[in-house]
């Protein structure tokens, strides 16, 4: 694999031992919604994340700005119970120590600020990341790449080829590729990830095996 510059991590089951009930956030969110009148209480939820089936109700227009921000509450109290005692994935403290001051790390999630800092915080990793960026600063969610074109963004003199974007998921995969970059799978289901049509340039079953498929450089 080509010279890395800099590393864009996803959280939630990547540095992260997540919590968050994702089925029932996502059942929550649409409740919301279906009470409302904006989306149909039929619905099949298989197809969506919670932020696909935000990003459907925003599409009807007719969503008011306190349902919105509601939604959003709904969302955020679910990840801040899932996220209370989160602790590190396996190698992540090793990891980090090893490439921080070597590359540039920022984390890209889809949880909140308030929930992203804190978990990483408590846990003694904030610092070493050089962005978070959360999905307030994204106009669209993951598999969306806008969160990842938002680092691209802030970090002009990298280009997108010496970066590359480590995550456990498809939407992970799907918005690293969307934005031109390569996608690590950690601890991933790779099968999964072949039916949604990720393609991930390596697989790591450890965190702490990214240098042996990487060359880092800054």
Do not use: Q
């Not at 010279?3 to 919590?19: I, W």
């Not at 919604?33 to 939820?45: F, I, K």
């Not at 050089?130 to 600063?137: F, I, L």
């Amino acid at each position: 694999m080509d010279r890395v510059m800099g590393v864009m991590f996803d959280m939630d089951n990547t540095l992260l031992a997540s919590r968050i009930d994702y089925a029932g956030m996502k059942a929550a969110a649409h409740r919301y919604l279906a009470e409302r009148g904006v989306l149909p209480a039929a619905l099949d939820l298989s197809a969506h994340t919670t932020g696909t089936l935000i990003a459907e109700a925003m599409a009807t227009g007719r969503m008011r700005e306190d349902w919105i921000r509601g939604v959003w509450d709904v969302v955020t109290d679910r990840e801040m119970a899932g996220m209370r005692d989160a602790k590190l994935e396996p190698g992540a403290t090793e990891l980090l120590e090893a490439l921080s001051g070597t590359v540039l790390l920022a984390v890209v999630t889809n949880n909140s600020r308030a929930a992203a800092e804190e978990a990483l915080g408590r846990n003694g990793i904030l610092h070493r990341f050089d962005c978070v960026v959360a999905r307030e600063d994204m106009a669209a969610l993951k598999p969306s790449p806008d969160g990842f074109l938002k680092v691209l963004e802030r970090y002009p003199h990298i280009p997108k080829e010496a970066w590359i974007a480590v995550g456990d998921s498809w939407i992970d995969g799907k918005a690293a590729s969307a934005a031109g970059i390569r996608f690590v799978a950690c601890r991933s289901d790779l099968d999964g990830l072949k039916r949604k049509g990720v393609s991930p340039a390596a697989a790591l079953a450890d965190l702490r095996d990214l240098p042996a498929v990487v060359r880092f450089s800054r």
